[in-house]
């Protein structure tokens, strides 16, 4: 076996483990941190993209520069963990930037659904929810709660939102999503409502029905306010929860 012949199979081999290891990354936030649709929703995935696409590049590319049949075990040895810990470092930190901007929770507030990150909620806010099962973040994709103000909270909530800290970056105010379903039921409405308003929506808010797999009439909708702006989500009229969701606006801007 020639030299460039030895060169190419330790790429190929380089290139096949750093494939797994970006792969079972890309597993993990597209499967779990970020289902369908919120890696397009809310972003937050693009560095992740390009840290993997660096490290399946430039990661075989230095093993086809610096290998050599002709060094030393130990040499060998020594190159190959310097590259193998730069390209472990750079993977972690491009994992750890994205399970910041993670959706962690879905809240329906008032009238419309609010996507809360990770990184929307201090260890603050976390170690002051009322119900325990709050005051963790989700590791396993966003959970669906509902906000809920008791009436002594109210004047605090409002100065804390003008702050900036709004009610759904407040984990003390979550409660089950159940809890919310009469509102949620009240303030959903029908799809001819949205599409006499803005008829372009129509093959958009068609496809994200049909993606919900109920029928026109019974499927209802709601506003979904995220870091980036507004989408639609397709609501069960019966358990009040999002079967799919649209890239429309809602307000229109």
């Not at 995935?45 to 430039?58: P, Q, S």
């Not at 989700?138 to 008791?150: A, E």
Request: hydrophobic share 45%.
């Amino acid at each position: 076996m020639n030299l460039w012949r030895r060169k190419f199979f330790a790429f190929g081999i380089h290139f096949s483990i750093t494939a797994v290891l970006g792969a079972i990354a890309a597993a993990l936030i597209f499967l779990v941190w970020f289902p369908h649709p919120f890696a397009t929703m809310i972003g937050g995935t693009e560095l992740f993209m390009l840290v993997v696409g660096c490290d399946l590049v430039l990661g075989p590319l230095l093993s086809l520069v610096v290998y050599d049949p002709r060094k030393t075990r130990r040499a060998l040895i020594v190159d190959y963990s310097v590259i193998g810990i730069v390209q472990l470092c750079t993977l972690v930190y491009g994992v750890y930037i994205v399970a910041g901007t993670r959706p962690v929770d879905v809240a329906f507030n008032r009238d419309r659904l609010e996507v809360v990150t990770a990184r929307d909620i201090s260890d603050a806010e976390l170690a002051a929810a009322r119900l325990p099962e709050y005051q963790t973040l989700s590791l396993t994709g966003p959970r669906y709660v509902s906000i809920q103000v008791p009436r002594e909270d109210q004047q605090d909530a409002l100065f804390q939102s003008v702050s900036g800290n709004e009610e759904h970056q407040r984990p003390k105010f979550y409660a089950p999503y159940e809890a919310a379903l009469e509102q949620i039921r009240k303030r959903a409405k029908t799809i001819d409502v949205l599409e006499k308003k803005f008829p372009g929506y129509t093959p958009a808010l068609e496809a994200a029905v049909s993606e919900a797999g109920i029928s026109r009439d019974a499927a209802r909708w709601l506003p979904v306010h995220h870091r980036q702006g507004f989408w639609t989500a397709i609501i069960d009229p019966v358990s009040g929860r999002p079967l799919s969701y649209a890239a429309v606006d809602p307000y229109g801007e």
